[in-house]
């Protein structure tokens, strides 16, 4: 009797660490980096958004942080927030540049790396919305 008690626990136990480790779906797939502006006197965050989700994104923020050549942050906070208002069907993918000029009271002479970037809010034509406040889910 001892030992079946042993294997249901260890069967118990299994199943629910196997829920744990499981990978949480992330509802989108996400790059960028640091890229010169088409005008060529100012700096924009060139990101590609790929919508993993099933359903419709109507406007997305996002968190990005960037460091100098020092590995100095470039924010006066760190980080920056920003938002893309626009439709994103399911499985799809979208470019998009978002300019940095106000950011810098100087303009740097060269691309500044990325730190971290990812979705922080996501909002979907269905009223239902994706929270990530501190970047779990950015891969």
């Known amino acids: ?18 829920v ?5 779906e992330t509802p989108c797939t ?8 088409v005008s060529g006197n100012g700096w ?10 099933p359903k419709t ?11 100098n050549e020092d590995g100095e942050p470039a924010f006066e906070n760190d980080w920056i927030e920003f938002y893309v208002e626009r439709i994103v069907e399911a499985g799809e993918t979208i470019d998009f540049s978002y300019s940095l000029d106000e950011y810098f ?3 740097p002479e060269y691309a500044y790396m990325t730190d971290y970037f990812y979705a922080t809010r996501i909002e ?7 929270e990530d406040p501190f970047g779990r889910y950015a891969e």
């Not at 009797?1 to 196997?18: D, E, H, N, R, S």
């Open 1 to 18: 009797m001892k030992k079946y008690a042993y294997l249901i626990l260890f069967i118990i136990f299994i199943q629910t660490g196997c």
């Open 20 to 24: 744990s480790l499981k990978k949480n």
């Open 30 to 37: 996400l790059t960028g980096e640091m890229t010169e502006n």
């Open 44 to 53: 924009s965050y060139y990101l590609n958004f790929t919508n993993n989700s």
């Open 57 to 67: 994104v109507k406007k997305a923020s996002f968190v990005l942080s960037v460091y």
């Open 105 to 107: 009271e100087e303009m």
């Open 124 to 130: 979907y034509t269905d009223g239902s919305v994706f």
